[in-house]
Antibody, heavy 120, light 107 residues
Framework: QVQLQQSGAELAKPGTSVKLSCKASGYTFTSYYIYWVKQRPGQGLEWIGYIYPGNGGTYYSEKFKGKATFTADTSSSTAYMLLGSLTPEDSAYYFC?????????????WGQGTLVTVSS | DIQMTQSPSFLSASLGNSITITCHASQNIKGWLAWYQQKSGNAPELLIYKASSLQSGVPSRFSGSGSGTDYILTISNLQPEDIATYYCQHYQSFPLTFGGGTKLELK
């Protein structure tokens, strides 16, 4: 079955970076888009963008351009998101998710989320 | 960007009752609308796609309807496990956006 296993919680200082991981299993990693979503505690969902591991293509929502960078390692079926120049406003849960059927822009499978806390 | 407006933000209902949540898009999204359920401490789960198609494994007491800019999620015969926050999401174009969420509580 499709599974997305995310890395553990991060505590980071302002101005630094964190790299989150999302290890996929149960399907062909290169055939489906991986999305990233931000959720501040008690708040709604924000789409950050996607990476297509098949060719490394990426899309970033305007708000997250320059903040997030997506990469993927096809040898380990793992997607990564680098968050840079951290501020307290970046403190949130970050979810990876996989699209549904190819061509559908649905969040059909989700990782468990990674909590990032930015504090001095 | 397409804005998604959900109402109500909070909803209190009794077990066995039916509830409806509405989602309004700022432009015609042609039925490219999904609903998600998020239980406390968990990741969201896909319930409904293409406005009215039930995701595999989702109970039939969940249903969706709508077209154009206005969509509805209905939960019939409310069960304790339905207590959660519900989000709509359009996928008509980029960027993908979510509604603000509706928190469902037991009365």
């Amino acid at each position: 079955q499709v599974q997305l296993q995310q890395s553990g919680a991060e505590l980071a200082k302002p101005g630094t970076s964190v790299k989150l991981s999302c290890k996929a299993s149960g399907y062909t990693f290169t055939s489906y888009y991986i999305y990233w979503v931000k959720q501040r505690p008690g708040q709604g969902l924000e789409w950050i963008g996607y990476i297509y591991p098949g060719n490394g293509g990426t899309y970033y929502s305007e708000k997250f351009k320059g903040k997030a960078t997506f990469t993927a390692d096809t040898s380990s079926s793992t997607a990564y998101m680098l968050l840079g120049s951290l501020t307290p406003e970046d403190s949130a849960y970050y979810f990876c998710a996989r699209q549904g059927l190819p061509g559908s822009w649905l969040f059909a499978y989700w990782g468990q989320g990674t909590l990032v806390t930015v504090s001095s | 960007d397409i804005q998604m407006t959900q109402s109500p933000s909070f909803l209190s209902a009794s077990l066995g009752n039916s509830i409806t949540i509405t989602c309004h898009a700022s432009q015609n999204i042609k039925g490219w609308l999904a609903w998600y359920q998020q239980k406390s401490g968990n990741a969201p789960e896909l319930l409904i796609y293409k406005a009215s198609s039930l995701q595999s494994g989702v109970p039939s007491r969940f249903s969706g309807s709508g077209s154009g800019t206005d969509y509805i999620l209905t939960i019939s015969n409310l069960q304790p496990e339905d207590i959660a926050t519900y989000y709509c999401q359009h996928y008509q174009s980029f960027p993908l956006t979510f509604g603000g969420g509706t928190k469902l509580e037991l009365k």
